[in-house]
């Protein structure tokens, strides 16, 4: 048994997150980097379909166009996100529990249960986003209410439309304040929703659930654990924040030096690139802080470890101790 299964606290948590992601880096970043290549592919897709489109002179009737596909992209950059997760999750539990773990058969993981983590996520994603999402749905609804044609693809429109239409810039400006504090409440509702959901996509990996009882299951384990996920999932943010703006120096240059002006593709693409390394280097740890506390509340709440040290000597479980699951 490994001599992690104890009850931790959360700078050991730390520890041995970042433990786990030193000693098998390449097993870690050959996981992420699969499928931060598969978010790659559909970005520069993304980018091909707006260079077909005529960025950045793009009619004004095919706003919407662009509007479609950046969610369309966002929508599946988020599942092939979750599915990495999934693939990080099950090479975690392997490495923490003392098992084998490998590139090919954390990533092949994911297939036989391929649709119950889509749906997972999904789910997931609706319950904590949704109001946020909606309120977003509503801003755009009335920036293309207020704002002339070509807003979204030329930002010169916009220098002149303060100008020209004034009192619909001021009308546009009252609208977008008042959801303001409603865009407050439902990010904070979101995270508060995500704490609760946050220990499903482990045990949907590891106990072989399905969604709605990932979901259930991790609502009742991560009591107890949330504000330490919560730091954990802001130290992680706070290294990504820190990487993308190294990264992002020439994204920051061009904005300085030509304000006002989109964005160049090639520039753009630059930034995707950037995007692939960051969720390559840092897309694990998250996912392994995540599975840690997924094994750690178990040990506090069920007595996890005294179950796998029954399981690693032959022995039978007690009728009172949970069923253990197939690793």
Not at 276 to 305: A, K, W
Request: aromatic share 10%.
């Amino acid at each position: 048994m490994t001599n992690q299964l104890r009850p931790l606290n959360l700078g050991e948590i730390l520890d041995r997150t970042a433990e786990l992601y030193r000693t098998n880096y390449l097993l870690f970043a050959g996981i992420a980097a699969i499928f931060a290549g598969a978010m790659l592919a559909v970005q520069m897709l993304h980018l091909g379909a707006l260079a077909l489109l005529g960025y950045p002179h793009v009619a004004p009737r095919l706003e919407w166009v662009i509007a479609a596909f950046a969610v369309l992209e966002i929508m599946a950059i988020l599942l092939i996100a979750g599915l990495a997760v999934a693939a990080t999750n099950r090479a975690v539990a392997w490495v923490h529990l003392g098992q084998p773990a490998t590139i090919r058969a954390a990533a092949a993981s994911v297939l036989p249960r391929l649709r119950s983590y889509l749906w997972l996520m999904t789910m997931v994603g609706f319950r904590a986003w949704a109001p946020l999402a909606a309120l977003y749905i509503a801003m755009f609804a009335i920036l293309f209410a207020y704002l002339p044609a070509g807003w979204l693809t030329n930002p010169a429109v916009m220098q002149s439309a303060q100008v020209q239409n004034p009192s619909a810039i001021f009308s546009m400006a009252i609208g977008v304040l008042i959801l303001a504090p409603f865009f407050l409440l439902a990010g904070v509702y979101g995270v508060l929703m995500s704490l609760r959901y946050s220990l499903s996509m482990p045990a949907c990996v590891v106990e072989g659930l399905t969604a709605g009882q990932a979901i259930k299951r991790s609502i009742e384990l991560s009591k107890g654990a949330r504000g330490r996920i919560f730091v954990l999932g802001l130290l992680v943010y706070a290294i990504r924040m820190l990487l993308g703006i190294l990264l992002g120096f020439p994204l920051f240059a061009f904005a300085i030096k030509h304000p006002g002006h989109p964005l160049p593709l090639g520039l753009t693409a630059l930034a995707q690139l950037a995007g692939f390394v960051i969720n390559t280097l840092i897309g694990p740890m998250y996912s392994t802080g995540l599975t840690l506390f997924y094994y750690d509340q178990r040990v506090r709440r069920e007595g996890f470890d005294i179950e796998w040290m029954m399981q690693a000597a032959g022995l039978s479980l007690p009728a009172e101790l949970p069923a253990s699951e197939s690793l």
